[in-house]
T-cell receptor, first 113, second 113 residues
Framework: DQQVKQNSPSLSVQEGRISILNCDYT??????FLWYKKYPAEGPTFLIS?????DKNEDGRFTVFLNKSAKHLSLHIVPSQPGDSAVYFC????????????FGAGTILRVKS | DTAVSQTPKYLVTQMGNDKSIKCEQN?????MYWYKQDSKKFLKIMFS???????INETVPNRFSPKSPDKAHLNLHINSLELGDSAVYFC????????????FGPGTRLTVL
């Protein structure tokens, strides 16, 4: 039972344009959401996060939006750069479950120059 | 100056063997984790230790036994390896048990023949 879903396996975007990566979740107990970026043969690295009490968090070119009623979050990258090409994982955490992160399957982002 | 390191990076072995993967973090964190990334690319938590005490133990076969000799190390020992154990195993660490961000190691690709 996938509690965190990333329905787009891959996304291709032109350099300079906006990349939008989507994530849906089913468990209403989730109170914190994170995005991780992963290059081949490396571990995931933390990118940006958002608490369930907020609907937006911005950090430079990266913005995460949370729609609690729709149980949906998205990561916007503007402008996209070739170095952004990687796998992006959405993850969620519920305080009641300790610090266990539940990950989606990831979306491969390719930024074309 | 690697934050979370794992050894070995690659491990190829025969069915039925026993093997260990080592993990060390130099971030001063007190909580460490093991995740498994299966063939479908999902990252799933296996174990979590806080101050050498087991706090998360997902439904993992008894053949998997984590060992935490101190706060900076969390090793994973696997007995009687099976074909289905082939995966990439990631170690991670965080500060505290209710913190948000986890720092991941580079992963160990285990192949069971």
């Amino acid at each position: 039972d996938q509690q965190v879903k990333q329905n787009s396996p891959s996304l291709s975007v032109q350099e300079g344009r906006i990349s939008i990566l989507n994530c849906d979740y089913t468990n209403s107990m989730f109170d914190y959401f994170l995005w991780y970026k992963k290059y081949p043969a490396e571990g995931p690295t933390f990118l940006i996060s958002i608490s369930s009490i907020k609907d937006k968090n911005e950090d430079g070119r990266f913005t995460v939006f949370l729609n609690k009623s729709a149980k949906h979050l998205s990561l916007h990258i503007v402008p996209s750069q070739p170095g952004d090409s990687a796998v992006y994982f959405c993850a969620a955490r519920a305080m009641e479950y300790g610090n266990k992160l539940v990950f989606g399957a990831g979306t491969i982002l390719r930024v074309k120059s | 100056d690697t934050a979370v390191s794992q050894t070995p990076k690659y491990l190829v072995t025969q069915m039925g063997n026993d093997k260990s993967i080592k993990c060390e973090q130099n971030l001063g964190h007190d909580t460490m984790y093991w995740y498994k990334q299966d063939s479908k690319k999902f990252l799933k938590i296996m174990f979590s230790y806080n101050n050498k005490e087991l706090i998360i133990n997902e439904t993992v076969p008894n053949r998997f036994s984590p060992k935490s000799p101190d706060k900076a190390h969390l090793n994973l020992h696997i007995n009687s390896l099976e074909l289905g154990d082939s995966a990439v195993y990631f170690c991670a660490s965080s500060s505290g048990t209710v913190t948000r961000e986890q720092f991941f190691g580079p992963g160990t690709r285990l192949t069971v023949l």
